[in-house]
């Protein structure tokens, strides 16, 4: 353990925190095999790092693409670098596979970063698995689909876009999830399945697949009827925390009468949150200030074949759901200049958080009440923990630096940081953060969003 690197920033004036933290070793991952890349696919990567190290994924710059890769056992940051890197193709492979992580230790965590993340087609698998996790998967920016394609025919049942079982703490910020849509009689996908895991959300969007429209295989003879949207989340057993965000069911498809003279009428749509009994217990279920849309029903085609139902916003099954109302208190990392934000992510208010680089800037965001009095915490990732007194959870262990920033002032605040060099052959440095806010008005501590820092030497 090293002092490797200080953070400056004129607005605060002096040294906002010194920390010693474990360098990282940066694997270069570029499908044109270009100077300084290391593989030319994610997996070899993968194998190849040590716990701890940092998967750093080119943007692509042809038309090849990566393929799937899997995490076992082992500490890593897998992170995209600008304009997103696309695992899969949203295109014509159909072949791809899902990212699949499994069996950490409660000492291990995985972090995946800035990533589009496809699983098309034929292939039965979700975009995401998560399996049999003790320590702490966390996923930001990230965005997930099951993604199926015209002319060609999925897996029965349709496969959820993100799937976990039996881990401990699986959190996602500032990400979305998508069902895959219904094709030839197949009903919308669900987009996300948990099953005896702890999930926590923050500002992220989870949306079913809609379901498949009336489609004539052979014209005048032979057609499939219409199908029903998917589900937004579906919890079996273990715990879910939502904090902002989005859960949106699937819409049904719509009917009509196809060229034969056959009346299709339309289907339902999906619900957006289903509690069912899980393997080990029933879930417990807490949103914050969630927007929760059930699927719309196809409509009526016209002619009396029969309009579909809405969906539910919620299908409680066994366990417990609350409902809570809160400001949402924010706390965000970016890389300055601020991207462009990809339009996958319209509904979401938070940009992309990527790795920097030493010599550029990066920008800590406080979003809240002006009278709220705020801090960051700085430190390394943990299964997630209530601590009592502090409304929301706390995702860090041991944390090295607490800063209290005095006040808002604002409904925002930008705090603008350098960075400086992280030393003599540090490749990398990940640090974790997060926002603290103390509400003056109700005397509640309230914690934000957790984000992600990782520094890399210039030469990357």
Not at 109 to 116: C, H, M, N
Request: charged letters at 15%; one cysteine or more.
């Amino acid at each position: 353990m090293k002092n490797l690197f200080t953070f400056t920033s004129a607005l605060l004036g002096a040294v906002l925190l010194s920390l010693p933290v474990d360098a990282q070793k940066v694997w270069v991952v570029d499908s044109d095999s270009s100077a300084g890349a290391h593989f030319s696919d994610i997996q070899p990567a993968v194998d190849a790092a040590s716990d701890g190290d940092v998967v750093l994924i080119r943007h692509r710059t042809n038309n090849d693409h990566y393929g799937s890769f899997t995490i076992q056992s082992k500490s890593l940051t897998v992170i995209g670098q600008p304009d997103m890197t696309i695992i899969g193709t949203p295109g014509n492979n159909p072949f791809t596979g899902p990212i699949w992580v499994r069996n950490l230790s409660a000492s291990q965590s995985v972090q995946i970063r800035a990533l589009t993340v496809y699983s098309l087609g034929t292939e039965s698998q979700p975009a995401l698995q998560v399996t049999s996790c003790m320590g702490p998967v966390i996923v930001e920016d990230t965005f997930f689909d099951r993604d199926g394609l015209v002319g060609e025919v999925s897996p029965t049942p349709t496969p959820v876009g993100v799937f976990a079982i039996g881990s401990r703490s699986l959190v996602f910020s500032r990400s979305a999830v998508r069902g895959e849509n219904g094709y030839l009689g197949l009903a919308g996908g669900t987009a996300a399945l948990f099953v005896d895991t702890a999930v926590i959300l923050h500002d992220s969007l989870i949306r079913g697949g809609d379901g498949a429209f009336v489609n004539g295989l052979v014209p005048g003879i032979l057609s499939t009827p219409t199908t029903a949207g998917g589900d937004g989340v579906v919890i079996s057993g273990g715990s879910l925390q939502a904090f902002g965000g989005f859960m949106w069911g699937g819409a049904g498809g719509w009917g009509k009468i196809d060229s034969g003279g056959n009346c299709f009428a339309s289907s339902n749509g999906g619900t957006a949150l289903r509690l069912v009994e899980g393997i080990v217990d029933d879930p417990l279920v807490t949103l914050t200030d969630v927007d929760l849309r059930f699927g719309l029903g196809g409509e009526d085609p016209g002619v009396n074949c029969g309009a579909g139902l809405d969906g539910a916003l919620t299908d409680i099954q066994a366990g417990n759901l609350a409902l809570d109302s809160e400001l949402p208190r924010g706390f965000t990392i970016r890389k300055l200049p601020v991207p462009d934000v990809p339009d996958m992510f319209v509904n979401l208010d938070d940009p992309i958080t990527w790795a920097v680089r030493e010599g550029q800037s990066v920008e800590l965001t406080f979003t809240g009440m002006a009278d709220d009095f705020i801090w960051a915490v700085f430190g390394q990732y943990d299964v997630t923990s209530i601590i009592p007194g502090l409304n929301g959870p706390f995702h860090l262990v041991n944390p090295a630096q607490i800063r209290f920033l005095g006040k808002l002032g604002g409904s925002k605040r930008d705090i603008s940081i350098p960075i400086m060099e992280l030393g003599a052959g540090v490749e990398s440095v990940s640090l974790a953060m997060q926002g603290i806010f103390f509400d003056s008005t109700t005397g509640r501590f309230i914690s934000g969003d957790p984000s992600t820092l990782v520094l890399l030497d210039r030469a990357f």
